[in-house]
């Protein structure tokens, strides 16, 4: 690891902060120092100075150009923020009055560090922070760490996929003993973390590691609930398992979706990241999905007089499960909407293809149906399929749901580049038909607008003696 003054002297942030808060007395700390050390992007700076916090931040916004506001009145917390939100620095007032003090608070050793910005002094780290970075362990700080604030767990996951550490035994056996606290974590920094987590490369390992801990369990228990229902002979995994498989062919799917999707993969993947809400694209997003497109399995298994293994509704029932999730875990509106029309339109790619080959209105229907999840949920079908691997499975219908995946994809980019209309407008109706305002009037647009797609009703006269003939 490189020489942190150096370090320091590369980052323009800390040049700034180091001239502005002369008078301060600042310690840069946490994770700040552990990224500078791994020579990672540094984006969030930690900043703690003896006392007048809110002075301080002031200064280091008014010497940046960026913007300061207050972050917590209890802990006495500033946030400046870049012009262009680049960075952000936060401020807070040393605790227990000194910073040894202050670092013995923190949650593990690589994040008890501290670097004086001013003068000669080199870097604090009394628990061995930089030697656990060297060695890539995550180690707590003892079990007050996780008193201190439950929600700890789920950062030593979250970091162990995010740093690719792992954790040593220790730290876990106290993570899986504090785990239930967590239910009494704000829950917007729950999802803070859930969602950093489900974002990584590595996102396998932090669930792993979650099921571990026992925060599945705990924080997901949709989820625990499928450990060991067994499926039909076309799964080849109960459905816990058969999620993460999910999961891991959507994770294939994002490194390379061109076997699959051809031409269109370029365009999918430039769709999936468009923004969605709580800062996550709609392919990061789409990942959660794959999570939860189950959850409603377990509730709904039923075995045949035939002995069939059945689960009837669990598409319905797990779109209405996952609404439950994100209220739990105060989600935006947009994402609980993605996440129960991905969960809920999840096999309908399925029943299609032994309608093979589709007419234009079968077409238009799928992709109505699914809006605004139609790619997104075509996408999660195909990562489906490819984790559905029992005895019973197929070559042949393995390609096939392939095959209609690449269409309806390529389907799919086209209707979101260019909506289809109908070929009239309702007032246009209403005056032409003698017909009265209400229901009847969407009920007709719609009927034309698939007419339209199908390229039954291109003309305006078309549509008209088309609309006639409905009534």
């Known amino acids: 690891m490189a020489a942190l003054a150096s370090l320091v002297e590369r980052s323009e942030v800390l040049r700034i902060a180091r001239q502005a808060l002369r008078e301060h007395e600042p310690h840069l700390v946490g994770g700040s120092v552990r990224d500078l050390l791994m020579e990672r992007p540094l984006v969030d700076f930690d900043i703690v100075v003896p006392e007048r916090s809110e002075a301080a931040a002031r200064e280091l916004a008014s010497a940046s150009g960026g913007h300061v506001f207050p972050l917590s009145e209890r802990f006495g917390a500033w946030r400046v923020l870049a012009r262009d939100r680049s960075w952000q620095a936060d401020l807070t007032p040393v605790r227990e009055g000194a910073i040894e003090a202050d670092l013995a608070l923190r949650d593990f050793t690589i994040n008890a560090m501290a670097f004086p910005l001013l003068g000669d002094e080199e870097l604090l780290d009394p628990h061995g922070g930089r030697a656990d970075i060297e060695a890539r362990v995550l180690r707590a700080l003892g079990e007050r760490s996780y008193r201190d604030d439950p929600l700890r767990s789920l950062r030593l996951a979250r970091l162990a996929c995010e740093l690719e550490f792992s954790a040593e035994p220790e730290t876990k056996r106290l993570a899986a003993k504090y785990a239930g606290q967590i239910l009494g974590v704000a829950a917007e920094r729950v999802f803070y973390e859930l969602r950093r987590l489900i974002v990584t490369e590595d996102v396998m390992t932090g669930l792993a590691l979650m099921d571990e801990i026992r925060l599945v369990e705990v924080l997901l228990p949709e989820l625990e609930t499928q450990k060991g229902v067994e499926q039909n002979p076309y799964h080849h995994l109960d459905v816990w398992g058969h999620t993460l498989a999910v999961l891991e062919s959507l994770l294939q799917l994002e490194r390379d979706p061109e076997p699959v999707f051809g031409d269109a993969a370029q365009a999918v993947t430039h769709e999936l990241e468009r923004p969605l809400g709580d800062d996550l694209t709609r392919g990061q997003a789409l990942r959660l999905g794959a999570l939860l497109h189950d959850i409603g399995k377990p509730a709904t298994r039923r075995v045949s007089e035939e002995g069939r293994i059945l ?19 105060r989600t935006s509106v947009e994402l609980a909407e993605f996440l129960s029309g991905l969960v809920r339109h999840h096999l309908r790619l399925g029943f299609l293809v032994h309608e093979r080959p589709l007419s234009r209105r079968d077409v238009y229907r799928y992709l109505r149906s699914c ?5 997104e949920v075509t996408v999660l079908s195909v990562a489906d399929r490819l984790a559905t691997l029992g005895e019973r ?4 219908a393995v390609q096939a749901h392939l095959t209609l ?14 909506p289809q209309q109908a070929p ?48």
Do not use: Y
């Not at 669990?314 to 209220?327: N, Y």
């Not at 809006?371 to 790619?375: K, R, S, T």
């Not at 995946?405 to 260019?418: C, Y």
């Open 424 to 471: 009239i407008r309702g007032d246009e109706l209403i005056r032409e038909l003698g017909l009265e305002p209400g229901p009847r009037i969407g009920e007709l647009l719609e009927l034309l607008r698939e007419a339209a797609f199908a390229g039954e009703a291109s003309s305006r006269e078309e549509a008209i003696e088309l609309a006639r003939q409905a009534l």
């Open 371 to 375: 809006e605004p999840v139609e790619l």
């Open 311 to 329: 689960f009837w509704g669990h598409d319905q029932l797990g779109a209405e499960m996952s609404k439950a999730i994100c209220q739990r875990l």
């Open 393 to 396: 499975t197929r070559e042949a």
């Open 405 to 418: 995946a690449r269409q309806l994809a390529a389907e799919a980019l086209s209707w979101r580049a260019n």
